[in-house]
């Protein structure tokens, strides 16, 4: 298996866009989560499904945040607008119950 | 809910010198726990995960942690270590019977001085 894969690697939009990460997690993984990490407060836990269904999304800073799961192959983060505080390397893992697995993350840079 | 802490921001070791890392964390049952490590640029690599049974369990990279449930604590030892050692280092806990409730720490800062 390849791993988690993420894409793009890197984005850089202008404030207002809206941005669109993506997640492939590892087949067979019943648990995604999507992270967000910075200088200022670490990696936080966005929000996680369980077998496409989201859990817990207590995590979300706000309402232009929203995530979908579509499949047991892919989900979507997305930002709408986009603001420059979002600026942050945005993690995709999956898990099959135990440990986290975790992508190569998205570098966001709002401007 | 469970939380993790781990109390070093920063830690300077010199290459060849012993390291350990600190982790706490609070949960009422054993939860299960975890070591990841961060290069620059890069996701987070499982060094090593503890779930029951044996209290010292080895890791990845030569790493080892220790599970010590009196002290709540588990915290990672290497005996020497080497410039590419460096990186940022996270502790972090399950709780329950599955992946619910990850947990991660704030992360220790590993810097190698030559």
């Known amino acids: 298996d390849a791993g988690v894969i993420q894409s793009p690697r890197h984005e850089v939009t202008e404030m207002g866009q809206e941005v669109t990460l993506r997640c492939k997690p590892i087949?067979?993984?019943?648990?995604l989560f999507w992270y967000r990490q910075t200088m200022m407060r670490g990696l936080e836990l966005l929000i996680y499904f369980n077998n496409n269904v989201p859990i817990d999304d207590s995590g979300m800073p706000e309402d232009r945040f929203s995530a979908k799961m579509p499949n047991a192959s892919f989900s979507t983060l997305k930002i709408q607008p986009s603001e420059p505080r979002d600026s942050a390397v945005y993690f995709c893992a999956s898990s099959p119950g135990d440990e986290a697995f975790f992508g190569q993350g998205t570098r966001l840079t709002v401007v | 809910a469970q939380s993790v802490t781990q109390p070093d921001i920063h830690i300077t070791v010199s290459e060849g010198a012993s390291l350990e890392l600190r982790c706490n964390y609070s949960y009422g049952a054993t939860p299960y726990l975890f070591w990841y490590v961060q290069s620059p640029g890069q996701g987070l690599q499982l060094l090593l995960k503890?779930?029951?049974?044996?209290?010292l369990v080895q890791g990845i990279k030569g790493f080892e942690a220790e599970f010590k449930r009196s002290q709540s604590s588990f915290n990672l030892r290497k005996p020497s270590v080497h410039w590419s050692d460096a990186a940022e280092y996270f502790c972090?806990?399950?709780?329950?019977?599955?992946?619910?409730?990850?947990?991660f720490g704030k992360g220790t800062h590993l810097i190698i001085q030559p």
């Open positions: 972090a806990v399950v709780t329950g019977g599955g992946a619910d409730g990850l947990t």
């Open positions: 087949s067979g993984h019943d648990y």
């Open positions: 503890y779930f029951s049974g044996d209290t």
